[in-house]
């Protein structure tokens, strides 16, 4: 079962020290550590299996291609997805944001509109202006309100036979928000608008259905759950990835080629252009593996659990407020000290092995919203502890202290 020891001990950077103190890791809504698992996966394939995909008829390159498409198939039963080649394999978040946006800048008009949220990340705000600029679409916003919250009842005044896409998070990074994207997606197919969700955020901590959702597309990056940097997935409805066309031109992504006319390989391929991250697809999967091990309904529990101590915890400091207050949120605080820029809270924090994230956190248009520079975040993964959240807290004492 759930043992906070023995899944430590799966992590062996948390056995570091920082600044001479024993390593304090708050900082998984950014990138998420990687367990033993998922390394011995990395260094077993450069170890034994390193060659090119799809293409060679040597036995290296057929044993590396199988554990990518293994790997392919693994992603697919994860998410649910109805087809494998419904999974394409990205550079992250961000690059499956664009593959879409660039689709969509075909099928889209002057008089179309988007609409995104008012917690979306930057990477899922921007694709969309450029988009905008291109074709002529208008782009609105789901305001917020205090708690942190998407106001759905502006949601629905939004919506039109106009809407093409809605494009929103699954949770929000900055604030820990889970959204109602249940009702978004039903509220969006109603006019006949096709649905983005982006699940950076809620991948590692829960497993989205994409079936049972009835989401057209769904994006999110390998690094938020315990596997490598550089990697992520795209789902896409097998009807969606037909009828957009391919993103990137090159090697693998082709079914014949002349200097007359190219024909595109059939999915996943043509949205998979150029020798892909091999050992990063594996990895994936490896991860993935791992995380069910533990249980993402232990997983969700446990960070709940983390989640709610240190609030209070925190909340017993005067003068220190919480940013996204919510009651469907995972384990990301926000906070700042009153008066206190959140920079100098967070070096403090640094010199005492803590490692938090302060800033905007990629999404602007929100520390806007409270007319505040930005925050101090603590985001908690499984194999965080309470005892840690003690030491963080006592940390923020000590800052509040010297800085006031
Ligand atoms: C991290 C994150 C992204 C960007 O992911 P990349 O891996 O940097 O592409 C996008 N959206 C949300 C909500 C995120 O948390």
Redesign the pocket.
Known sequence: MFNIEDIRKDFPILSRQVNGKPLVYFDN??TSQTPQQVIDVIVDYYSNYNANIHRGVHTLSQEATDLYEEARQKIQKHFNAKFSHEIIFTS????GINLVANGFGSFLKKGDDIIVSALE?H??IVPWQMLCERTGATLKVIPMNEDGELIMTAYDKLLSDNTKLVFV?H???ALGTINPIEYIIEKAHGVGAAVLI?G??SAPHLIPDVQKLDVDFYVT?A??MCGPTGM?MLYGKEEWLKKLPPYQGGGEMIAEVTFEKTTYADLPHKFEAGTPNICGGIAFGAAIDYLNSIGFDNIAGYENELLHYATEKLLAIDGLKIYGTSNHKTSVISFNLQGIHPYDVGTILDKMGIAVRTGHH?AQPIMDFYKIPGTIRASFAFYNTKAEIDAMVEGVKKAKMMLS
């Not at 992250?92 to 690059?95: M, Q, V």
């Open positions: 809504a950014a992250g978040t961000t690059h990340h990477s899922n998070n949770i929000s990074n982006d950076a955020q990056s690094h938020k992520g990629c």
